[in-house]
């Protein structure tokens, strides 16, 4: 299988998605990577004025804010429904030892 | 021929790294200091942040991340994030955005946390801690940046439970917290501790945090590594980040096992920064030691790019100028004040201040009304501060107003109580609630006037014939005995007139 020059990116975002990917995977997805990569490089070539200001979201708008005020939680009876498991108190999980981020 | 070169090579460079004293490295220490911030709601919805309720009961589709759940930023976390960039002389962000850090752990359920890559609310700032030096120059903690982000669930590791599973409660998800970050200017363990103290006290004076380290509410993470000098050159260690330090002892300790495993380290197999990633290393409080959790992700691992889901938060001036307005006097200007205006010894005026915003308004009062800084300072700083420590009250909470301490001390300065009876008399008032003047009669404490007193000394002098010679010849101490015999006698008199009256009397 003739890799693409993002195959270990691929293998890289796979890992750290935790998914598994197997041959025909890696190698559709390596592809579509490459195109996207090549569109955003094609981005890149596009010559702007010094003073434009990148912006980071498709609405303009700023400021959503709301005031520090107490809404009613979900019910949790309902809100556990959604776990693929649970005691009816806490979500069950596999076993995890080291909690490693803050 | 290569191999032989390189053995002996290394082998010298061993023995030179042999020869470095530990004293010689220079210890870097940068902190991440997480900050839960006093908000009634969550970050981005409305969920309750109270500790201790039942699990997963404070939830909604935002904080545990529904698809199509929309965060709606709190207002009330941006203003105490700006409050405390402005009380660490941080420059605010005039714009500030959200990002994703993309993870996965079974406690945050959205597989990411907003949080602040690269626009965060507080820019550089700093920060000044008092050390031990002998220069008694208070040294500067530079502030890289303080960001805003959501905070991760609970797992609880129940490995009684035979199903080897983890629980999970996401009550803690979506909390708001201030990431404070500083550059790598700390030099020693006291120092990390000192500069984490002067924060958690700045952070209580401007009501942006309790600070519970036992509820997790101000976590630390402490990066460490050191510079050895070895043959004119600087050496550095691979930086280790030290994760769950949960009090300021463990911050102190970790800091110092850490030193001297990574120098102890490096003497044996000569690995730097070079060589090697950044590590997260664990403190455990029960072995005392660090442990290695894993290689550190690079920054590129997490992926972050801009929230669609939240949009740009646009700060103005007039938003700041309000806020910086409203900051209360931080305790830094306040030690200066009790220092200059109120002549306080430093470490008594740290003292003073370590207490809280209430403690140093009641000291002022006090020292105002009763015209004596220094007997304030002696009662305060020993009865009062006892008492609040012993019952576990606040000085809000302390049965004697200001005004009748006050007018107690005045009592005191003027001789009418001595120190033995003046705090016989707050012991009464403390515990039963009544005035000064209450206290005194309910103590059968009369003033003793002056011919009162010279029947007391003259029949002293008969009773005490011998004592009065040794004294006449030079045995100035005996007076003492004499003291002691006036107070069996009577009780009100005060010893220190008393004193003065037997030696004038006896002496002329
Ligand atoms: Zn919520």
Not at chain 2, 67 to 93: K, Y
Not at chain 2, 98 to 126: A, V
Not at chain 2, 357 to 376: I, K, P, Q
Request: proline share 5%.
């Amino acid at each position: 299988m003739p890799d693409t020059p993002e195959q270990p990116i691929v293998n890289q975002v796979a890992r750290l998605a935790r998914i598994h990917l197997d041959e025909q995977q890696l190698k559709s997805s390596g592809e579509k990577l490459e195109q996207i990569l090549g569109f955003v490089s094609q981005l890149e070539q596009i010559e702007l004025p010094k003073d434009v200001i990148p912006f980071f979201g498709a609405i303009e708008s700023v400021n959503a804010i709301r005031d520090d005020q107490l809404q009613t939680s979900v019910p949790r009876e309902k809100i556990l429904d959604n776990a693929p498991e649970s005691d009816g108190e806490f979500y069950l999980v596999p076993p995890v030892f080291k909690p490693t981020d803050s | 021929m290569e191999d032989s070169v390189l053995n002996s090579n290394s082998n010298s460079q061993s023995n030179n790294r042999q020869t470095v004293p530990f004293n010689d490295a220079k210890i870097i220490i940068g902190l991440e200091v997480h900050v839960q911030l006093d908000t009634d709601s969550k970050l981005f919805c409305g969920c309750s942040t109270r500790f201790g309720e039942a699990a997963n009961s404070q939830t909604c589709v935002v904080c545990t991340g529904m698809p199509g759940a929309l965060p709606v930023i709190n207002q009330r976390a941006l203003e105490l994030s700006i409050r405390t960039g402005l009380s660490l002389n941080c420059r605010i962000a005039r714009s500030t955005k959200w990002d994703r850090k993309n993870y996965f752990y079974p406690d945050l359920p959205k597989g990411y946390q907003i949080s602040q890559f690269d626009q965060p609310i507080c820019g550089p700032g700093h920060l000044d801690i008092q050390t031990t030096e002998a220069s008694g120059q208070p040294r500067r903690i530079r502030i890289e940046r303080a960001h805003l982000e959501e905070d991760a669930g609970k797992s609880i590791h129940d490995e009684s439970n035979d199903r080897q599973s983890s629980k999970i409660d996401l009550n803690r998800t979506g909390t708001p917290l201030l990431e404070i970050v500083t550059y790598p200017d700390i030099r020693t363990a006291a120092e990390a501790k000192a500069f984490l103290s002067e924060l958690k006290l700045i952070l209580n004076y401007i009501d942006v945090s309790d600070c519970n380290m036992q509820q997790g509410n101000l976590r630390c993470d402490a990066n460490v590594n050191l510079h050895i000098p070895l043959r004119g050159q600087q050496i550095a260690t691979p930086i280790v980040e030290i994760k769950n330090l949960n009090s300021f002892r463990a911050v102190e300790r970790s800091i110092t096992f850490e030193a001297q495993r990574q120098f102890e380290g490096w003497q044996e197999n000569g690995v730097t920064i070079a060589d090697a990633p950044k590590q997260t290393r664990g403190w455990n409080d029960h072995t005392q030691m660090t442990t290695l959790q894993r290689e550190k992700e690079d920054s590129a691992d997490y992926r972050y790019f801009p929230d669609p889901d939240l949009i740009a938060v646009k700060i103005e001036e007039t938003q700041i100028k309000q806020i910086r307005s409203q900051l209360v006097q931080l305790p830094a200007i306040l030690r200066e004040l009790l220092v200059k205006e109120y002549n306080l010894k430093p470490d008594d005026a740290a003292v003073i201040v370590s207490q809280g915003r209430g403690v140093v308004d009641y000291f002022l009062t006090v020292a105002d009304g009763c015209e004596n800084s220094r007997v304030a300072n002696n009662w305060i700083g020993q009865e009062v501060l006892r008492h609040l420590n012993e019952s576990n009250q606040t000085i809000q909470q302390y049965p004697v107003s200001h005004q009748q301490f006050t007018e107690l001390l005045k009592l005191v300065i003027a001789g009418t109580l001595d120190q033995t009876r003046g705090k016989e008399v707050l012991n009464a008032m403390v515990e039963h609630s009544i005035s000064s003047e209450e206290a005194i009669k309910q103590l059968g404490i009369k003033s003793v006037d002056n011919s009162e007193l010279v029947t007391l000394c003259e029949t002293l002098m008969d009773e005490n014939q011998n004592v009065v010679e040794q004294i006449r010849s030079g045995n100035e101490k005996a007076i003492g005995m004499l003291i002691g015999k006036a107070r069996k006698k009577n009780p009100n008199a005060n010893p220190g007139l008393v004193k003065a009256m037997l030696s004038k009397m006896i002496t002329g």
